[in-house]
């Protein structure tokens, strides 16, 4: 019960999220989308690629969550940072961050110059991240542990 709690929040979230950038970024011009406020950070048009770079590197783990063919390994099932890394990752991913952090490089955006398609690419995604989360209903989440794309070092729980 715990669980769907969880889901359908994060569902919410995620269509608020959308719903957000939509009102703010769907009438800027691709000058302003690529407009960067100062020199070595990103774009409103990077950040949101960033997103989508960021989540599909999860991609293939959240769909073999949802067809039940995850397998952890060892590591991930007994690693004793698990929750630790969780809640950090959960801290730095929140909307209000009290300190920025830096990206590792395979987060990275894709381009520094992002076309004006990056709105559409942005709904599309979010749109497949949320049939991830909505299939996770029925998944027991505190027995479901990941290792960050960064290192296998670093799990999820």
């Given amino acids: 019960m715990k669980d769907i709690l969880l889901i359908e929040q994060l569902a919410q979230k995620g269509k ?13 011009t691709l000058e302003q989308l690529n407009w960067k406020p100062a020199p070595g950070s990103w774009s409103v048009g ?14 293939s783990a959240f769909k073999k969550i949802a067809e039940k063919k995850y397998k952890m390994t060892g590591w991930q099932r007994w690693s004793l940072f698990g929750g630790l890394f969780g809640k950090i990752l959960v801290t730095q991913m929140q909307e209000n961050v009290k300190s920025k952090v830096k990206t590792a490089k395979i987060f990275f955006p894709s381009a520094s110059q992002i076309d004006a398609g990056i709105m559409e690419r942005f709904r599309k995604h979010l749109d497949s991240l ?15 542990h990941m290792a960050s794309p960064v290192s296998n070092f670093i799990t999820y729980s």
């Fill in 16 to 28: 608020e999220a959308g719903e957000k950038v939509k009102k703010e970024f769907s009438h800027i």
């Fill in 46 to 59: 990077q950040c949101l690629d960033h997103l989508i770079v960021a989540d599909c590197l999860y991609c």
């Fill in 130 to 144: 949320l049939e991830y989360i909505e299939s996770f209903k029925d998944v027991d989440l505190d027995k479901t």
